[in-house]
C-alpha cells in the first residue's frame, strides 16, 4: 500500500537542470521526513538531501550543496529535488525514501524505484 514513485529523470547536459519528483501516498505523508539518495554504477548508495516532515529542516551531501535544493509540498504529497549547474559525477539512479521519524534520523525502510538521471555532452 505505501508507495514512492520518483519521476523527473532525463538526459541533460553538464550545467543544465532536472527536477525531480517523488510522490507518496498509502501513509500520512506530512508526519514523516523523506530524503533522496543516489547510486552509480559500482559505487555505493549516497545521501544526496533530506527533508524534515514540515519543510523546517534540510540538510544535504557536501558533493551538491549549492547546487540541489530539496523542498516538498505536503497538500500534494510530493517531495522535490531541484538539481542545477548538474555535472557528470551527478550521474546515477535516484531513489527517494522515506526516514522512520518526522526528522531526518537516518533509518529508512520504504523505497521509491528510482528515476535515472543522466549527464553527459
Known amino acids: 500500500q505505501l508507495q514512492l514513485v520518483e519521476s523527473g529523470g532525463g538526459l541533460v547536459q553538464p550545467g543544465g537542470s532536472l527536477r525531480l519528483s517523488c510522490a507518496a501516498s498509502g501513509f500520512t505523508f506530512r508526519y514523516y521526513a523523506i530524503a533522496w539518495f543516489r547510486q552509480a554504477p559500482g559505487k555505493e548508495r549516497e545521501g544526496v538531501s533530506c527533508?524534515?516532515?514540515?519543510?523546517?529542516?534540510?540538510n544535504y551531501a557536501d558533493s551538491v550543496k549549492g547546487r540541489f535544493t530539496i523542498s516538498r509540498d505536503n497538500a500534494k504529497n510530493t517531495v522535490y529535488l531541484q538539481m542545477n549547474s548538474l555535472k557528470p559525477e551527478d550521474t546515477a539512479a535516484y531513489y527517494c525514501a522515506r526516514d522512520r521519524s518526522s526528522i531526518c534520523s537516518g533509518i529508512y525502510g520504504s523505497w521509491g524505484q528510482g528515476t535515472q538521471v543522466t549527464v553527459s555532452s
Open positions: 527533508i524534515s516532515s514540515s519543510g523546517g529542516s534540510t
